[in-house]
């Protein structure tokens, strides 16, 4: 049984009445459509009524859409549906995570690097503020992976680092932030992301650790957050061997996903963890559910074994009817289907969802949009970019640039992301306001720069050599790693010059570039690709602003000779 006066319910007698008479009045498949979380990828009626014309879900997830529309499918969602619906978003970095126009603070990672809790507090209330104008109410985040692994893919800027203390920090403040709004939060990714090189995505990742040293890190952190009333978790598609041998007392030879375990779900985050909150599994369709389980079986196998949401679909009539044929089979027991509906029931009455439905307050109007990217909220985003971009290493003495020193720049951006032209077109221009005159690498152009004469020729043409790294961290991608034009082994633009003409690299997401350009004398994380970061980072090259970030990770990878 759920206690729903408990934490962090905390309903009163007339909210349980309410949970309970509706799960009184629903049948089993009504129950099992409550157990679905969809993506709405368009915010127009006509694909809203293609999802709701035979189906009663409990809650969505969208994807960005224009405000106005936004706002428009969050009101016709909540008016359509009999039982107030949860709309959640990924709202990780900002408003954005909801609609184009919404304020970008930054990725957590840059907040981390401000180490100021306020600018975490800033980014939940962001989130919260902008969420709730276009009608959502629930966010994906924080992030409380650990980017233990500076080879994981997936982690990386998503994180507030390394460190679970700041970890701890950072998420209680952006948790403040976002409550504050009424919006509520799903801590993620349980057991733990960023131990495994991999991403979940693609494959399902392992968590490592011993129970003792994961007590000491992310226990620590989740712990922490369900002590201070955290409505909701995510649990990841993230095996840890040693929670499934903490129950079963023998090796665990299989590697299964938490979002299937029994032992990870309602053992330890239950039962350990006291959690009494809802559970969200991460998407469904990840292939690090999918690779190890018969999806007929994991569908209704999620929540037998203690999720109470199952996130996305796969095909969406055919996951309804696995959920449904694992209910008339017995496979997701009565027992447990009505525990998971009441907590999501309980949610909603925490939320005061009825009510506002019932006085129509739970529907957004237009003036509510104003706090959309209003002037608070890009005036803190410019702070946070101000105070999070970091300086990791300039052995060469070579900041502040000079225009009457570096005039002529070689400027080449590395990675392959839509993102590119826009980067790069905003980089030159800055640059060349400034009084650089810029050259872009062609590689075609710099084909025997190898022979003896043409170092020197090279070393007589520039006087800077500027690296932009737009590796974008994102999901279904096994490396985040830097990739080079290099026919001839030695490579064309690899930086071997550096004792020849000076050279700066600058990164717009991972953090871990030095890896593979140890010879770079002069390194900066900027954490993220947005133009605020752009434009902040060019001050900082020219000596408009001071550099003042403090790395969250360790940007030399435990390797000491990348520091010099």
Known sequence: MVDLKAKPFYLNDRQIAWVEKTLAGMSDDQKAEQLFCP???????????????????????????????????????????KIPVLIAANFEDGGNGIMPEGTYMGRQMLVAATDEE????????ICGSEGMAVGANWAFAPVLDIDYNYLNPITNVRTYGSDPDRTIRMG????????????????????????DYRDQHLITSVNTMSIEKWEETYGRIYRTMIEDGAMTAMVGHIAMPAMEEHFDGEPCR??????????????????????????????????????NT??????????????????????????????????????????RLDEAVTRILA????????????????FRHETDLAVVACEEHARWARECADKGVTLVKDTAGLLPLDPGKHRRVLFELLGDFP???????????????????????????????????????????????????????ASNKTTARLNWHAPYGAGNNIPWFVEVVPTLFISLQNPYHLLDVPMVKTYINAYSNHDLMIDTV???????????????????????????
């Open 39 to 81: 993506m709405l990828q368009f915010a127009d009626k006509d694909f809203i009524d293609h999802i709701l014309q035979d189906h009663e879900f409990g809650s969505f997830m969208m994807r960005p859409n224009g405000a106005a529309d936004t706002q428009k499918a969050c009101n016709y969602l909540q008016e359509q549906s």
């Open 118 to 125: 306020e600018q975490a507090y800033r980014l939940g209330k």
């Open 172 to 195: 209680r403040a952006y948790i403040r932030g976002l409550t504050e709004t009424g919006m509520i939060p799903s801590i993620k990714h349980f057991p733990g992301d960023g131990v």
């Open 254 to 291: 299989k590697v299964i996903p938490a979002s299937n375990s029994r032992n990870i779900m309602t053992g330890y985050l239950r039962g350990e963890l006291g959690f009494n909150g809802l559970i969200s599994t991460d998407a469904s369709p990840m292939v690090g559910l999918l690779s």
């Open 294 to 335: 018969i999806r007929k079986e994991s569908v209704p196998d999620a929540i037998e074994n203690g999720a109470d949401v199952l996130l996305f679909t796969k095909d969406l009539d055919e996951d309804v009817r696995y959920m449904k044929e694992g209910i008339q089979s017995g496979r997701l027991s009565r027992a």
């Open 347 to 362: 949610v909603k009455a925490a939320m005061h969802l009825p009510e506002q439905k019932a006085d129509g307050s739970i």
């Open 419 to 473: 993102s590119n032209d826009r980067v790069k077109a905003q980089f030159i221009a800055l640059l060349e306001q400034e009084g650089f005159l810029v050259t872009q690498y062609e590689p075609e152009t710099l084909e025997t720069i190898f022979e003896d004469s043409e170092v020197e020729r090279f070393k007589s043409k520039y006087d800077l050599v500027i690296y932009i790294g737009n590796v974008e961290n």
């Open 538 to 564: 060019v001050e900082k090259l020219v000596g408009k602003s001071e550099f003042t970030g403090q790395s969250p990770v360790d940007p030399f990878c435990g390797k000491e000779y990348l520091r010099y």
